[in-house]
């Protein structure tokens, strides 16, 4: 009953969409990563919107743990409102979009381009004005995306951003845990969240907490479940949650908690046992291995490096956000009021 | 019958120890300026939690527009949880903190130093941990703040960043309109926003919505009505909304939307009148001179400048956020469970 969907259907192809991905783009990010090299940038700039902007984070915390190379992000409105230019020579800049035709980000990779940064657009529609201004562009490969709400484009996003940073660190691990990806991909297709389902269907607001690497799966969570579940949620991270917020979670109040197989987890856990004591309804979500004796644990395979297990959460997630939906007498296929594409100015 | 709070008395404060502010720092500005123009940093990264973050944010719009520099924000946990250095030689690193006590705060400007940044703290409390870190501490100089709520101290960490970035670009227009500030500061004591007070006396969830300087005070806001009155309120861009969110928008939903006098106006005031027409409970806060007839609005005073409108905004807002408080059956004095001194780690 959960399976008549684009949401349905389009998640379930994102395993085999990123194997045919890696595949296909080895040549194409060979030569990226060469020329990033021989730039020897010391500055990583992303923009993105919605999904790809979740993409984005993700981009931030591999690219600073694997390479040591700070990440900033692009504010589009630096350049679409204020005409203003920032100081890039030399920079590395990706462009993160399922479109490509938002004329905000086509402004903010004009204005990169023109000052000096090397530009990547990571695209699924190849054929975009994004791509007429990158100096390269790196294909997705997700195939049309009719679902109002992203979920190959994100999850195959994140993995040429993967995919490049494996290149750039000539790490064969990461290639390694790359090849293994899809397997693990498609294991996460039979997680079985449906305990967290029956608690969220009345609730209006909630709460995704993760950490570092996890962060970025918690943001696109959080957009997924206002998006198609007209749930309020919000994403925090495990630390920045104590400075204020954690004011709103009492008694019922809903937290999904994404526990990363990493030195992040620890403090997922910890503010997941605070919000029990208050007697939240708490969902910690964790590889198997990593479960929490405490708390209602919804599980997930574990992915073969680190830093692939918010892909492989996503996964999972976007499985519960569509049933949730229905359950919720939504269709999320025809959110209120969106349009597949937004063009923001 | 609001006026026996803390949050109250300190939020009164504000445009006393701003103007005290600006004149004992003189010589501790030109001195920090004089040092960061030597070293012709090509990036500059801030760090903060809290309220804190958000006068980051405020620094991001501030710097990239006055001095062309990509701000990136440096996620805490890749210090203290992954326990990584990023290159950052030659860079401008700004750490904000009213306690400077957090262990993840400390270890990120720990990494920064060891990796060659330039560190400078702004903090209230100058005999921190973070200050023994630093290069050069800048005070706020906001006096001891009791309420757990920041109010004071975010604010004047704003000014702050604004009087270094004065000094940075030598401008005669910032400085005149920094002197200016404690009385249009004073002025917006006397906003009168109690017709949003009787709506969202009720309220569970908000958006408060911004766009580039002026998403600093969305997140600022947003983050108190989430302490001190139990909403559920998250900050958004005008852009950004359009990304999916705007699903969670239907009537009688309330929505604060600060519309700043620059560019990034119109398209605040667009989505407000989009959210109108879903028969949400719209708010505008606009300088008078920008009012909007087509929504309830709300008045402030204008700055002399456009980058100094958020901390108008904010003096206006702390006020309207403790009597929203106090009209909720609260104390905003004692949010649930937190405490003044947040040690993240």
């Not at 389902?197 to 209006?204: G, I, K, L």
């Not at 997941?272 to 309804?281: C, D, P, T, Y």
Request: proline share 4%; glycine share 6%.
């Amino acid at each position: 009953m959960y399976s008549h969907t684009l949401m349905h259907s389009e998640t379930l192809e994102i395993p085999q969409r990123v194997a045919e991905q890696v595949e296909l783009n080895v040549s194409k990010i060979k030569k990226v990563a060469a020329h990033i090299r021989s730039g020897a940038p010391n500055l990583i700039v992303t923009c993105g919107r919605g999904s790809s902007a979740h993409a984005a984070i993700y981009a931030k915390y591999l690219f600073e743990l694997s390479l040591g190379l700070p990440v900033a992000s692009f504010a589009p409105s630096i350049a679409s409102v204020y005409g203003a230019n920032l100081k890039l020579e030399g920079a590395l800049f990706l462009a993160v979009s399922q479109s490509g035709r938002s004329p905000d980000l086509i402004a903010a990779a004009e204005s990169a381009r023109v000052s000096g940064a090397y530009v990547v657009a990571v695209v699924n529609d190849e054929e975009c004005p994004l791509s007429t201004v990158a100096h390269e562009v790196i294909p997705i490969r997700a195939g049309v995306e009719n679902s109002v709400a992203a979920t190959k484009t994100c999850v195959g996003a994140m993995s040429v951003l993967y995919d490049l940073c494996a290149e750039l660190t000539r790490s064969q691990e990461k290639r390694g845990a790359l090849k293994a990806l899809p397997g693990t991909l498609k294991m996460a297709l039979q997680c079985d969240w449906s305990s967290a389902c029956a608690v969220m269907r009345t609730a209006d607001q909630a709460l995704i907490i993760g950490r570092g690497l996890g962060l970025s799966a918690a943001s696109e969570a959080a957009l997924k479940l206002k998006e198609t579940c007209e749930i309020q949620a919000e994403s925090y991270s495990a630390a920045e949650i104590k400075h204020g917020p954690m004011a709103i979670v009492r008694k019922g109040y809903s937290v999904i908690a994404a526990a990363m197989p990493d030195g992040s987890g620890a403090s997922v856990h910890a503010i997941a046992h605070e919000f029990l004591k208050r007697e939240a309804n708490v969902y910690v979500v964790a590889a198997r291995s990593k479960m929490s004796q405490e708390s209602s644990g919804l599980h997930m395979p574990e992915a073969e490096e680190p830093c692939l297990q918010p892909l492989i959460f996503l996964q999972a997630f976007y499985l519960f956000a569509n049933r949730l939906s229905i359950e919720r007498g939504l269709n999320p296929d025809r959110p209120l009021s969106l349009q597949k594409v937004t063009e923001t100015t």
